[in-house]
């Protein structure tokens, strides 16, 4: 656990000597435990960011920088502590590592307005496979270029982003509005599908959130959603928006709840109405269970018929959320050639399967099965050619490196789902600053030749070495 800079340093160069290889985890929300865990069977150790978390917000240059450990939720509340006039565009789950986090994108509540966290960083520091600290500047803008979404854990261990403040109103609107199907909910997926991204006011986040529920005043099992949104505005301004491009919702002043942008983050985080917002220092994920994810962007609205379809597959599941978030705005004026991550212009909006589960083992084989069935039953409504998806929700069912070692033509099958055609100059880039390929895990860029690939015998002398080496040898 590095207490400075230098720590993460002497980490690098002592890993590299030792021929061992390096994890990183600065928040650990990582959906195949990637930062933490290995599937290559390599031995390595787990450079953890935690202690590497200060916050330093200069509201006089609109910037703050952020520590890797530190989390969203404690860069939001430092920066509401200076203004309540200056927020952040990125994620909504407030115990996020700022260090994984930026690395693959960071969405949140006002994507459509400022687009991602990435589009907002402007300076980083990061330790490069030689031990030595580069920022902008010495490392160039090639590799600026790819660590602001290629996903962590490729590149080098950012050790703190320098990010751009955006303004935020005094006061702004949360709602969640909750529908089920017998209350009209696929009519209104319908409207939801074609005024979320191009229709509504940029001001606005109107996320869905689909899970099981039950039919009113009845045990009766059904599917159930909630509109839960963000507007950066007064009610009165919010509820004139609405009526004028999404009045199907009914959304009422009784319904809106105006409050402070930091408060908001609490909201919209999913904390109990009243949560003080002291919680953001916390650094606590608000539930712990077992779940398996996927994702999928949509490009054309699901018609109502495979909607039908879809709730057929959910009612199968005891447990289980979607969540849609809508895209347009900011998000489909930022080229897709800008930062490595490129679902932009054309999204309508992103689809994030969760399968969840409490009893481990247990339940892990079916609910795997059930999530896997239903990303095969979605496959005509969503994205083609490549099917995308975001490498934050780290997927290895599509494809991972296997046994220490890389390959471009292998990496294609997830790099082009994560990337598109950012996918080659990733590798060209990585080529150039990690020939050897230091970096590395189940789904790092591959540098185009493959320097580490062993055969199962390399590897086993290799440890049988590192033994002998280890003995008496501090780096
Ligand atoms: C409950 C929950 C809610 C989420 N909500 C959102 C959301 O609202 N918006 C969104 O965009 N995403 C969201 N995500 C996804 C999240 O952005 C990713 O899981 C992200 O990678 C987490 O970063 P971390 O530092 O917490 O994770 P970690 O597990 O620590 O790291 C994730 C990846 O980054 C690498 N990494 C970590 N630290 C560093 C570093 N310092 N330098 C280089 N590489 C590093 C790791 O090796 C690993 O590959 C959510 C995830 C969860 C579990």
């Not at 909630?226 to 301004?237: H, W």
């Not at 950012?422 to 320097?451: G, M």
């Amino acid at each position: 656990m590095p207490l400075d800079e230098s720590h993460v340093q002497a980490a690098v160069v002592c890993a590299k000597k030792l021929g061992i290889q390096l994890r990183v985890r600065s928040g650990g929300h990582d959906y195949e435990g990637v930062s933490y865990a290995s599937e290559m069977g390599d031995p390595f150790v787990v450079i953890d960011m935690s202690k590497l978390r200060s916050v330093i917000v200069d509201i006089d240059d609109n910037s703050a920088w952020a520590e890797a450990g530190a989390t969203t939720g404690e860069l939001y509340y430092r920066i509401s502590e200076q203004s309540k006039v200056h927020g952040f565009p990125a994620g909504l789950c407030t115990s996020l590592g700022i260090g994984g986090h930026i690395t693959g994108g960071a969405y949140g509540s006002m994507m459509r307005k400022y687009g991602l966290g990435v589009d907002n960083v402007i300076d980083v520091r990061l330790v490069d496979p030689n031990g030595k600290i580069l920022d902008r500047a010495s490392m160039g803008e090639d590799l600026f270029w790819a660590v602001r979404g290629a996903g962590g854990g490729s590149f080098g261990v950012i050790l703190a982003w320098k990010v751009k403040l955006v303004p935020v109103p005094e006061t702004v609107t949360t709602f969640t509005v909750i529908k089920t199907l017998d209350q009209g909910l696929t009519k209104l997926l319908t409207k939801w599908q074609q005024v979320a991204a191009d229709k509504l006011d940029e001001n606005l986040f109107i996320r869905v959130e689909i899970m099981p529920g039950t039919i009113p005043n009845t045990t009766q099992k059904t599917v159930q959603a909630l509109f839960n949104a963000l507007y950066l505005g007064s009610a009165n301004q919010l509820l004139r928006s609405m009526a004028q491009t999404f009045p199907e919702l009914g959304l009422t002043k009784q319904d809106c709840n105006e409050m402070s942008w930091i408060e908001s983050v609490v909201y919209i985080g999913g904390y109990p109405t009243g949560t003080s917002t002291d919680v953001l220092l916390q650094a606590k994920p608000l539930f712990r269970n077992y779940f398996k994810a996927k994702s999928d962007f949509v490009r054309e609205p699901i018609p109502e018929a495979g909607l039908e379809g879809l709730w057929k597959k959910l009612m199968e599941a005891e447990s289980y959320i979607m969540i849609w978030n809508p895209y347009g705005g900011m998000m489909s004026r930022v080229p897709e050639s800008d930062t490595p991550f490129p679902h932009r212009k054309g999204t309508i909006y992103k689809i994030q399967y969760v399968a969840t589960w409490m009893d481990g083992e247990v339940s892990a084989k079916s609910s795997m099965a059930w999530i896997r069935d239903l990303y095969q039953f979605m496959e005509p409504y969503v994205s083609k050619n490549p099917r995308e998806a975001y490498v934050n929700y780290r997927d290895l069912d599509l494809g991972m490196n296997k046994d220490g070692n890389t390959n471009v033509n292998e990496a294609r099958a997830w790099g082009l789902k994560y990337y598109k055609n950012n996918f080659d100059r990733l590798v060209k880039i990585k080529t150039k600053f990690d020939p050897e390929n230091f970096f590395r895990h189940e789904q790092s860029i591959p540098p185009l030749s493959s320097p580490n690939r062993k055969t199962k015998k390399d590897k086993k002398n290799h440890y049988h070495k590192l033994g002998k080496h280890h003995k008496g040898k501090g780096c």
